[in-house]
């Protein structure tokens, strides 16, 4: 199975990690140089970008590291300019970048409500935006956008603009993958479940267990049928697969990561 992407160019937003340990976007990264893509590691803290990047040129990789706020035009579109000046190409748009502000719809600011809808939903479309064109010349290309399980279940927690966000994320994947699937360009998104990551250390610690870390793990394995959260790595090679040739007549779905959670009545 190894070389599912020799000969690609992979754009990863959000390939560093938001905190000690491995990012569902630094997992993809890495994995996806493992099997032969070439990477552009975009994400707005430099410092991780170029950590991620580091770790594929030390397992002898071909990877770029590009900072950028990909809630803006000027950003992704300069974004774009460089990796296609490095590698002359992009076959795979792999979405990561993703925050969530706790709260319902009285608690939560507008200001935060705006950045997380920005910074989750704005940004897939400004990357499409870009990239789309790139791979319309090419004849191809691959969009992996990685929703949530909090787009389709309630998960416990009121985090209102998080859920809108990640929600919305499927039909806008879909509506993509419909308008260009005779183009050769494929979209389709990835649903993780409960994932322990380091992206919800902060924002879910009081939210679960009043600051106390390993408490809100306990509990958050204990929602899961398997007894144990999943971890960045089974997002990316979900991610892998969607980006892959083998998943060439795969387009509009949405493949849900989540150890059986949805599965559930209760």
Same mark, same amino acid.
């Given at each position: 199975?190894?070389?599912?992407?020799?000969?690609?160019?992979?754009?990863?937003?959000?390939? +560093?990690?938001?905190?000690?340990?491995?990012?569902?976007?630094?997992?993809?990264?890495?994995?996806?140089?493992?099997?032969?893509?070439?990477?552009?590691?975009?994400?707005?803290?430099?410092?991780?970008?170029?950590?991620?990047?580091? *770790?594929?040129? #030390?397992?002898?990789?071909?990877?770029?590291?590009?900072?950028?706020?990909?809630?803006?035009?000027?950003?992704?579109?300069?974004?774009?300019?460089?990796?296609?000046?490095?590698? +002359?190409?992009?076959?795979?748009?792999?979405?990561?970048?993703?925050?969530?502000?706790?709260? +319902?719809?009285?608690?939560?600011?507008?200001?935060?409500?705006?950045?997380?809808?920005?910074?989750?939903?704005?940004?897939?479309?400004?990357?499409?935006?870009?990239?789309?064109?790139?791979?319309?010349?090419?004849?191809?290309?691959?969009?992996?956008?990685?929703?949530?399980?909090?787009? *389709?279940?309630?998960?416990?927690?009121?985090?209102?603009?998080?859920?809108?966000?990640?929600?919305?994320?499927?039909?806008?994947?879909?509506?993509?993958?419909?308008?260009?699937?005779?183009?050769?360009?494929?979209?389709?998104?990835?649903?993780?479940?409960?994932?322990?990551?380091?992206?919800?250390?902060?924002?879910?610690?009081?939210?679960?267990?009043?600051?106390?870390?390993?408490?809100?793990?306990?509990?958050?394995?204990?929602?899961?049928?398997? #007894?144990?959260? +999943?971890?960045?790595?089974?997002?990316?090679?979900?991610?892998?697969?969607?980006?892959?040739?083998?998943?060439?007549?795969?387009?509009?779905?949405?493949?849900?990561?989540?150890?059986?959670?949805?599965?559930?009545?209760?």
């Amino acid at each position: 199975m190894a070389g599912r992407l020799d000969g690609k160019v992979a754009m990863v937003v959000g390939a +560093g990690s938001s905190g000690p340990g491995w990012g569902n976007g630094k997992a993809a990264a890495v994995l996806f140089a493992r099997e032969g893509a070439a990477l552009c590691c975009v994400d707005i803290n430099a410092a991780a970008a170029e950590e991620t990047a580091e *770790i594929i040129r #030390g397992e002898g990789g071909d990877a770029e590291a590009l900072q950028a706020d990909v809630s803006q035009a000027t950003d992704v579109a300069a974004t774009v300019a460089q990796c296609l000046e490095r590698y +002359g190409r992009i076959d795979v748009l792999d979405n990561n970048v993703g925050i969530l502000a706790v709260g +319902g719809p009285v608690e939560t600011s507008e200001a935060d409500w705006d950045r997380v809808i920005d910074v989750n939903l704005k940004s897939m479309f400004l990357t499409c935006k870009h990239v789309l064109p790139v791979m319309e010349r090419q004849g191809g290309g691959a969009i992996v956008n990685i929703a949530s399980i909090a787009g *389709i279940r309630d998960t416990g927690v009121p985090y209102v603009s998080y859920s809108a966000s990640k929600g919305a994320v499927i039909p806008f994947t879909r509506s993509v993958a419909l308008q260009y699937a005779k183009k050769g360009i494929r979209a389709n998104a990835v649903l993780p479940g409960l994932m322990n990551t380091p992206m919800i250390v902060e924002p879910l610690k009081d939210a679960y267990a009043e600051g106390d870390v390993d408490e809100m793990v306990r509990k958050r394995d204990a929602q899961c049928p398997t #007894g144990k959260m +999943g971890d960045a790595w089974d997002v990316a090679y979900a991610a892998l697969f969607l980006a892959s040739d083998e998943a060439k007549y795969i387009t509009g779905t949405e493949l849900i990561v989540d150890g059986g959670i949805t599965a559930k009545f209760s």
